[in-house]
């Protein structure tokens, strides 16, 4: 018999929803981190990430994102305090542009609430902003963030009072398939598990060297910029938003409990990086890189860089998930290469992973996350 049901690999945004949903439903599961959870190591670091319910890398997305919001309502009447706010969210970008087109497809598909703005319309409710004339908003009042590190803490918490086993400071030195389940070998022995949900986000590749999974690590950077026109960014004035530019795609959250504005640019630069290697200073050329939308759209935002961090995107080639049992070890299941949009997802990812492991089967619709659609 092995020491555990399932080994949760990881427990940052993703590996933290597993266990809790894994213990919840009576198995026997530990989680393994080496970093203790809300370190900057990761991807999951910080206060705050956005959650949208119309989706503009995908319409299929919406589905799983209602579900998304339910579980997050869920984990909020089991830990007794709330995560999830909706405070609304625009997006922001030229007519018939990538951004505003595939948001407003999503919506109309699922008929979701949604408002449109024209330049003019936005400035003036929302006088934050300068855009030309050719561009449009979309709000959509279901959009808005999830308190990311109590999120994480909130799924430990509730993972270990009901029976799950939480190690952490231990690193993972390999993950070896048996013929009847997984041997985890760590710095401080092994642990033999019936299976192995690996979440471990930018590491995901180093810990699996033989699956050959199509990853790559992208080191992005956020800026804090303290407003010149604070006004404008108080209670509620902007909401937070994404913003297609010439130079980018860019997103803001201008929150009271933040520092200043954050605002960063979505696959701020395209450099492969290893997770171990990779700088984590920030350089006059990334606040650079943030600061050039900054000036041309937000121009009363465009103060001091107050504060300015690192994290990692994992990114797949076409930009969807992946959750998969591996092809050759099925007693394997990767799941965390989220592409730099998992967070708002993970309660969900967690009930998948359940269902996976418990039954073997999930009834959500998870065929865009299939690794096979790589082996062209
Ligand atoms: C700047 C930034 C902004 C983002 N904004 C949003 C947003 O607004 N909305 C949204 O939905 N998503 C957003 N995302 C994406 C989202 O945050 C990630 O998809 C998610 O946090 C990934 O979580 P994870 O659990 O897969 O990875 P991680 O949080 O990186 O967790 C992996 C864990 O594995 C552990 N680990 C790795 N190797 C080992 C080992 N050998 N032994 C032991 N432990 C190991 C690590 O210590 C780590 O804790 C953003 C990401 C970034 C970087």
Redesign the pocket.
Known sequence: MPDFDIAV????????AALYHLARRGLRVVG????T?G?D??????L????RLSYFEHPSYVPLLRRAYALWHDLEQAVGRSLLHRTGILEIGPAGGPLVSSTLAAARLHGLPHEILGAHALMTRYPAFQVPTNYVAVLQPDGG??E?AAAIAAHLALATANGAELRIG????AIEPRRDGVRIV?DRGAIDSGTAIV?????AT??LPDARLPLRVTR?V?GWFKPLDAALFANGRCPMFLLETRHGLH?G?PLAAEPGLKF?KHHHAEETVDPDACDRTVSARDEALIRAALAEHLPAANGPMVAA?T????MTPDGDFIIDRLPNAPRVIV????????????PMIGEILCDLVSTGSTAHDISRFRLSRFED
């Not at 393994?32 to 970093?35: G, K, L, V, Y």
């Open positions: 690999c990881g427990v940052g945004a993703m590996g933290s393994i981190d080496r970093a959870p370190h190591g990761g991807s999951s670091h910080g705050t990430r956005m959650i963030f999830v990311a231990e690193t993972i030195a760590t979440a471990a986000g930018p590491w180093k810990l992005q956020l997103y959250i960063a961090n994290c990692l995107y994992t799941t965390s290469p989220c592409s730099g949009h998992g967070f708002k997802f993970a």
